[in-house]
């Protein structure tokens, strides 16, 4: 257990449905992250919250859509998603401070498959 | 020139072995370095930072070379449990809080 929980751990989708990401952290962290990780791709960074203000958007499609009601839950709202979308879509958070080496703590994932 | 570049490998080893994984990244202005390690269908780990002094971890040792924005890892004695994939990645602090650039990462395979 990394302190970063995510649900669900897998989650198969139609392409019309609705679903939702979760992740909480129990680490005391102020900065929240979404990131998505396809096979032969590098980490992708999608948003950025910092004390539960968005801070980036990495061009993502608008069928994502973040929400961070407290500095402890970050969700990712997904409709109408394509099957390229498929990928594992992991969260993590961080303490804020510009010029400081802090590293990220990663939840486990959500392993996303769009049919 | 992508941001952060790695030798994807895989790098194929003997248990005992020393192996070295080298980076490369593009933004001179780029102020915090790490490696992570994420072993097979699981999440990417904090392994260690990277300090312009180079630094020792037990069996890892990191180095960083900010004149040819360069980063190593070097592990020493390998173990089979060492065996995944190794992302080296970057910091960069700019109007909004820190963005860590991943790269694709270098699988190690350690064999018994």
């Known amino acids: 257990e990394t302190g970063v929980t995510q649900t669900p751990r897998h989650l198969v989708m139609g392409m019309t449905n609705k679903k939702s990401l979760k992740c909480e952290q129990h680490?005391?962290?102020?900065?929240m992250y979404w990131y998505k990780q396809s096979a032969k791709k590098p980490l992708e960074l999608m948003f950025v919250?910092?004390?539960?203000?968005?801070?980036e958007n990495n061009s993502v499609p608008s069928r994502f859509s973040p929400e961070c009601p407290n500095s402890s839950h970050l969700f990712l709202h997904l409709h109408t998603l394509q099957p390229e979308d498929s990928a594992l879509y992991l969260c993590?958070?961080?303490?804020?401070?510009?010029?400081?080496?802090?590293?990220?703590?990663f939840g486990s994932g959500t392993r996303l498959t769009v049919v | 020139r992508k941001e952060v570049e790695q030798d994807p490998g895989p790098f194929n080893v003997p248990e005992g072995a020393t192996v070295a994984f080298n980076c490369t990244y593009s933004?001179?202005?780029?102020?915090?370095f790490f490696w992570y390690r994420q072993d097979c269908r699981k999440e990417p780990k904090l392994l260690m930072s990277?300090?312009?002094s180079g630094n020792e971890d037990g069996r890892f040792t990191a180095q960083l070379n900010r004149a040819s924005q360069y980063i190593s890892l070097l592990i020493r004695d390998s173990k089979l449990s060492d065996s995944a994939t190794y992302l080296c990645?970057?910091?960069?602090?700019?109007?909004?809080?820190?963005?860590?650039?991943f790269g694709k990462g270098t699988k190690l395979s350690v064999k018994p």
């Open positions: 990277v300090y312009s």
């Open positions: 919250y910092n004390f539960k203000e968005q801070t």
């Open positions: 990645v970057v910091a960069n602090y700019g109007g909004s809080q820190g963005n860590l650039i």
């Open positions: 933004n001179s202005a780029s102020q915090s």
């Open positions: 993590a958070s961080s303490h804020t401070g510009v010029g400081t080496n802090y590293g990220y703590t």
């Open positions: 680490l005391g962290h102020n900065a």
